[in-house]
């Protein structure tokens, strides 16, 4: 696999990403930063990749142990690899497993946050990448976001949090998955400019609870070209969103 080697977090992880196939960007930066996890913490990541996003949360919250599945053989080889290669593997594992059938070591119940960038694209509706891996990354059936989302239920312990970033257009169907379990539901939008309507929302949940929903006043991404203080702060400075 050809990789390239790039910088994250203002040069604080250097990450090995393939040339072809899922490649992590702000996407992965934004989810790590909106997990609420502290020193001690376990936490699930459903759909790894190279591991930019448990390695982000890593650097950022130090203590914190994660735990990454990912379908791709390939990617969990360069999770592993990066996890080294940034003195991260002690707090950071990465196994190649499908969401739908998980490790057995793996225990229900047992970890205090869940996070995940599942694939969004729709089989049959929108149009998948030439690539087999980046296909495999980005797009899917309709009812794997409610299937990755019960994968997270299963595995979050009472009052634990789930973390996703997602289109707008799933919105709709994320809050449906959610409605089995979860409550005290966030959306925080991210706006790509003050005058474009947001592409991407994180979304936060937790198991157990009835706090009502919330619409957070979200984050504006880039003003007169470069991005703004406040996302210059999550995506090199790494801070929490």
């Not at 312990?157 to 449906?176: N, V």
Request: charged content about 20%.
């Amino acid at each position: 696999m050809t990789t390239t080697r790039d910088a994250f977090l203002g040069g604080r992880l250097t990450l090995q990403q393939p040339v072809a196939g899922f490649r992590a960007g702000m996407d992965s930066v934004m989810l790590a930063a909106a997990v609420p996890a502290r020193s001690g913490d376990t936490v699930l990541e459903l759909g790894s990749g190279a591991g930019a996003a448990a390695l982000c949360l890593a650097a950022r919250v130090d203590g914190v142990h994660i735990t990454g599945l990912e379908i791709q053989g390939a990617l969990v080889d360069l999770a592993t690899s990066n996890a080294h290669a940034n003195h991260l593997h002690d707090r950071a594992q990465f196994i190649a497993a499908d969401i739908a059938a998980p490790p057995e070591t793996l225990r229900p119940c047992s970890f205090d946050h869940a996070m995940m960038n599942p694939p969004f694209f729709v089989e049959g509706r929108d149009d998948a990448p030439p690539d087999a891996s980046r296909a495999t990354a980005h797009i899917a059936d309709a009812e794997a976001l409610a299937r990755w989302t019960k994968c997270a239920r299963i595995y979050l312990k009472a009052r634990g949090t789930l973390t996703a970033i997602l289109p707008t257009d799933r919105l709709p169907d994320m809050l449906a998955a959610l409605e089995k379990g979860f409550g005290g539901i966030a959306v925080i939008p991210l706006w790509p400019d003050a005058a474009t309507a947001a592409k991407r929302l994180v979304v936060t949940a937790r198991l157990g609870s009835r706090a009502p929903f919330a619409l957070k006043p979200g984050l504006i991404l880039h003003e007169n070209g470069k991005n703004t203080p406040a996302a210059e702060a999550i995506l090199r400075g790494g801070e929490a969103l």
